[in-house]
Nanobody, 119 residues
Framework: QVQLVESGGGLVQAGGSLRLSCAAS????????MGWFRQAPGKHRDFVAA????????SYADSVKGRFTISRDAAKNTVYLQMNSLKPEDTAVYSC????????????WGQGTQVTVSS
């Protein structure tokens, strides 16, 4: 019943910016938290950022702190990832996930959107 759809990926030069969006289906969608993850070719999926659905708590991977900002619009069932000062090592498929509980794994995943940083 729950579907997550990412958008906003693309090609950008180092130092540029992108904003990713993740729209969830359902007017009553209300997870405990949502997060962004990324996976480069041949690598495992890494945590990037997460936010409680109430918006009172955020968490970031050390590699993106100070450059990325996660936010959400509960009324629109949408979570965002503002990415600034992008580096080539940020290149990956970015996926959003939703977790129902405050513990355990994420329960729902989007299909991902490609982010490529050149130069």
């Amino acid at each position: 019943q729950v579907q997550l759809v990412e958008s906003g990926g693309g090609l950008v030069q180092a130092g540029g910016s992108l904003r990713l969006s993740c729209a969830a289906s359902g007017r009553t969608f209300s997870p405990y938290a949502m997060g962004w993850f990324r996976q480069a070719p041949g690598k495992h999926r890494d945590f990037v950022a997460a936010i409680s659905w109430g918006g009172d708590s955020t968490s970031y991977a050390d590699s993106v702190k100070g450059r990325f900002t996660i936010s959400r619009d509960a009324a629109k069932n949408t979570v965002y990832l503002q990415m600034n000062s992008l580096k080539p090592e940020d290149t990956a498929v970015y996926s959003c996930g939703a977790r129902v509980r405050s513990w355990g794994d994420y329960n729902y995943w989007g299909q991902g959107t490609q982010v490529t940083v050149s130069s």
